[in-house]
């Protein structure tokens, strides 16, 4: 029975405090929420988070010191704090901002009230769930309150054993010395590409926002029709809608670019969801941080189609993964740490998260869902386009650093995309 284990070299970016050689990515927490109509019952949320930490063991462990390094240990008994806020869009654009304290649990909940409606938030620490298993974190409590609701006495199965780190199970995967090869071309420096970025116009305003709204979530959300109508024009174009969304954020940030004619070379980020990787793939109800980065990067010139560009992005992508370059740099870079090679930071022009489809979850009788989401964010992180169908819904959501990129040229952005979705739905 593994009650305790060692913080693997990939989650400890997230438990430790490496200064400013790297993305501050330190005790970062990942939020995912629900809109709701209607007043949870604070009593049974406490109830359905204990059931939670009842089931996934990470959620009940402390981060301790041993011999070797940071370790997980699994307690016998952990209540997530669920904190009772007013208000709700002002409230949750505070919240996103915080970092809450780690050491009483590792998974905490917020209840943001404002007349019959409600936003239940659940912060996860990044170094164990990623965006993905955080979802379905938030589906699953939302079918233990749902239950208990009704009356019903849910008891999931009590789990003991820790999942083992992402990077743990990728070892051995590939001979040392096609990994000693790839750690060899980070320490010359070999492959690094000098792209184009937006400016940061955010640095240095006299009036830029205090500290408790400086990371911004921007949605940009359509209805089942619109959403209908944007998946045909992407098949008609004959790409998928991330890859569509993709060329636009891409063609749009080129826009924004001097010179202002002939291309530019540009790098598009995307996280991967490395339990796919595996085989078996792992659940997405395995609370595990296992997301790492892929970078493919592209001449985008201004007359550039978005869906031509969308379609070199993906067909990029679909080679990386085949080779599995996601995987393979994951160790490199992990190794090359290890031996104290310096890996440098991606030079990212945007990033893209393909969050995917995401089933409406359950709600009692008498409450009905509004909308759900999820962000996460840490100081200097390049801006990232999240893209994700929400019970049916097209959901584009920019999120970025406001002390590092200005309102207006985010405000530029959004008009671009907003536009360019909705000449799409209307062709």
């Known amino acids: 029975m593994t009650r305790q284990r060692l913080i693997s070299p990939f989650e400890s970016i997230y438990f430790l405090d490496l200064g400013a050689a790297s993305l501050p990515l330190h005790d970062m927490p990942e939020f995912v929420e629900s809109l709701v109509r209607g007043r949870p019952d604070p009593g049974l949320m406490r109830r359905a ?5 009842e089931r996934h063991p990470i959620l009940r462990c402390e ?32 919240l996103i ?41 938030l589906d699953e409590f939302w079918q233990h309150y749902t239950a208990l ?28 010395a096609e990994i000693d090869t790839l750690v060899e071309a980070i320490a010359q420096g070999t492959g690094e590409t000098k792209s184009a970025v937006l400016p940061t116009e955010g640095v240095g305003l006299p009036d830029r926002p205090a500290a408790t709204r400086r990371f911004v979530v921007d949605r940009l959300e359509f209805t089942p029709e619109t959403t209908a109508a944007v998946v045909a024009a992407a098949r008609a174009r004959e790409v998928t809608v991330n890859s569509l969304v993709t060329g636009l954020v891409l063609t749009a940030v080129r826009a924004q670019l001097a010179p202002d004619h002939g291309p530019l070379t540009l790098t598009c980020g995307h996280g991967v969801d490395l339990r796919t990787r595996l085989t078996p793939e792992l659940p997405l109800s395995t609370v595990l941080n296992c997301i790492t980065g892929l970078q493919t990067t592209l001449s985008v010139g201004h007359d550039d189609r978005p869906e031509t560009v969308g379609r070199e992005v993906a067909v990029q992508v679909a080679g990386a993964l085949a080779r599995r370059d996601p995987e393979r740099f994951l160790l490199a870079a992990l190794r090359a740490g290890a031996r104290g090679i310096a890996v440098p930071v991606p030079v990212v022009s945007y990033g893209i998260s393909n969050v995917g489809r995401i089933p409406a979850h359950p709600v009692p009788d008498g409450m009905e869902l509004i909308r759900f989401g999820g962000t ?50 209307e062709e």
């Open 49 to 53: 988070l204990r059931l939670l930490t």
């Open 149 to 176: 609701a009704a009356g019903a006495d849910p008891a999931p199965e009590r789990r003991e054993d820790l999942p083992a780190a992402i990077d743990t199970r990728l070892a051995g995967s590939f001979p040392d």
């Open 376 to 425: 996460a964010n840490a100081p200097g992180m390049p801006p990232k386009i999240g893209v994700a169908s929400f019970g049916g819904r097209l959901l584009v959501q920019n999120e970025y650093d406001s002390w590092t990129y200005g309102p207006e040229q985010m405000g530029r952005l959004r008009e671009t995309l907003c536009a360019a979705l909705t000449d799409l739905a």
């Open 97 to 137: 901002n915080s970092r809450p304290d780690w050491t009483e649990s590792l998974v905490h909940a917020w209840l943001l009230t404002d007349g019959e409606r409600s936003q239940v938030v659940l912060g996860v620490h990044h170094g164990v769930a990623d965006g993905r298993s955080a979802f379905a974190l």
């Open 63 to 94: 981060v301790t010191s041993g011999e070797e390094g940071l370790l997980l240990r699994v307690r016998d008994r952990v209540d997530p704090p669920l904190t009772v806020l007013d208000g709700v869009e002002e409230v949750y654009a505070e």
